[in-house]
C-alpha cells in the first residue's frame, strides 16, 4: 500500500515555474513507478509525465515537453514535476500516481494508488 500526498501547487503567471512534490509513505518505493496526470475542468485525466523506479528513464506528453521534467529521490521517497514556461493551457489539477514495478504507462487505468491533486493556476 502506498500513499500519495502532492504539494506545491499555486497561481503563477504565463511564463513562470512551479515545483510540484508527490511524497509516497511505505519502504518499498523505489519499486514503484510514478506518474503525473492532470485534470482539467470537464475534461478527462490527460497524461503529463512518468518515471521508472531507477530514475533512468522518462516520458513525457508532447505538450509538455522541453518544460517540465520529472525527477525522483529515493532517499526521500519523493517524486518531482519541475514546470517551466507555464501556459494558461496548463491550468489543472495535477495528480501523482503510482505503480509497483519497474515499467511505466502513460495510461491511468495502470496506475494503482492516487493522490488527492494539487491546483495548478497559470494566469495570462
Known amino acids: 500500500q502506498v500513499q500519495l500526498v502532492e504539494s506545491g501547487g499555486g497561481l503563477v503567471q504565463a511564463g513562470g515555474s512551479l515545483r510540484l512534490s508527490c511524497a509516497a509513505s511505505?519502504?518499498?518505493?523505489?519499486?514503484?513507478?510514478f506518474g503525473w496526470f492532470r485534470q482539467a475542468p470537464g475534461k478527462e485525466h490527460e497524461f503529463v509525465s512518468t518515471?521508472?523506479?531507477?530514475?533512468?528513464?522518462?516520458y513525457y506528453a508532447d505538450s509538455v515537453k522541453g518544460r517540465f521534467t520529472i525527477s525522483r529521490d529515493n532517499a526521500k521517497n519523493t517524486v518531482y514535476l519541475q514546470m517551466n514556461s507555464l501556459k494558461p493551457e496548463d491550468t489543472a489539477v495535477y495528480y501523482c500516481?503510482?505503480?509497483?514495478?519497474?515499467?511505466?504507462?502513460?495510461?491511468?487505468?495502470?496506475?494503482?494508488?492516487w493522490g488527492q491533486g494539487t491546483q495548478v493556476t497559470v494566469s495570462s
Open positions: 500516481a503510482a505503480r509497483s514495478g519497474n515499467s511505466y504507462y502513460t495510461s491511468a487505468h495502470a496506475y494503482s494508488y
Open positions: 511505505g519502504r518499498t518505493f523505489s519499486t514503484y513507478a
Open positions: 518515471i521508472n523506479w531507477s530514475g533512468g528513464t522518462t
